[in-house]
């Protein structure tokens, strides 16, 4: 079974700084996309990031980067230069063979400023 | 470009009532999938669809839950009869081919409460 771990259930950084949100999975399929997802007070799922399991570079997307550590079978997701905005549950999620999602239990972001 | 549709926005109903969710999924999208959202379950995967054929169902939590997508532009969820403990935000999601990297994207959701 997939298993998605979020061991931080709530976070706080300051404006500007950058912040880690931890993920780590449990996967025995070699193949495998892992997701982040943010939901805002409003509710929305918005997606954020995406990396293969086989992509060798970290994903970036503008003020979102991914650490992936596949040997230690974890996607961290990086926010730099934190705003305001970026207040809300991070969720991470792994994609099987097959498009099923499983999501982890979400991290609370709060930005402080 | 519009993205998943959902409706209604809220529902409030009463115990034993029939419960009807509505998704329109982003146009071109061949996979559909409805999640429930609790406190204290978190996201959890209903029911997916794949060409308006349901692929994998064993996330519905019993009888009650049904869903149907007769084409590729519209699915519903019901529940019959609803009960306290299905109140939750319910969520449609689409993505374009069902392929492994294929960024589910979401709708608004759908407040279910049941008194």
């Known amino acids: 079974a997939q298993k998605i771990t979020q061991t931080q259930p709530g976070m706080f950084v300051q404006e500007k700084e950058a912040v880690t949100l931890d993920c780590t999975y449990d996967?025995?399929?070699?193949?495998?996309?892992l997701f982040w997802y943010k939901q805002p007070s409003s509710g929305e799922m918005i997606f954020l990031i995406y990396q293969g399991s086989y992509d060798e570079q970290n994903a970036t997307e503008g003020r979102y980067s991914l650490n992936f550590q596949k040997a230690r079978k974890s996607a961290n997701l990086v926010i730099s230069a934190s705003q305001l905005g970026d207040s809300a549950m991070y969720f991470c999620?792994?994609?099987?063979?097959?498009?099923?999602?499983?999501f982890g239990t979400g991290t609370s972001l709060t930005v402080i400023p | 470009d519009a993205g998943v549709i959902q409706s209604p926005r809220h529902e409030v109903t009463e115990m034993g009532q029939e419960v009807t969710l509505r998704c329109k999924p982003i146009s071109g999208h061949n996979s559909l999938f409805w999640y429930r959202q609790t406190m204290m379950r978190g996201l959890e995967l209903l029911i997916y669809f794949n060409n308006n054929v349901p692929i994998d169902d064993s996330g519905m939590p019993e009888d009650r839950f049904s869903a149907k997508m007769p084409n590729a532009s519209f699915s519903t969820l019901k529940i019959q009869p609803s009960e306290p403990r299905d109140s939750a935000v319910y969520f449609c999601a689409s993505s374009p081919a069902g392929g492994l990297g294929d960024t589910q994207y979401f709708g608004p959701g759908t407040r279910l409460t049941v008194l």
């Open positions: 996967t025995s399929d070699q193949s495998y996309g």
């Open positions: 999620a792994i994609c099987r063979t097959g498009n099923q999602f499983y």
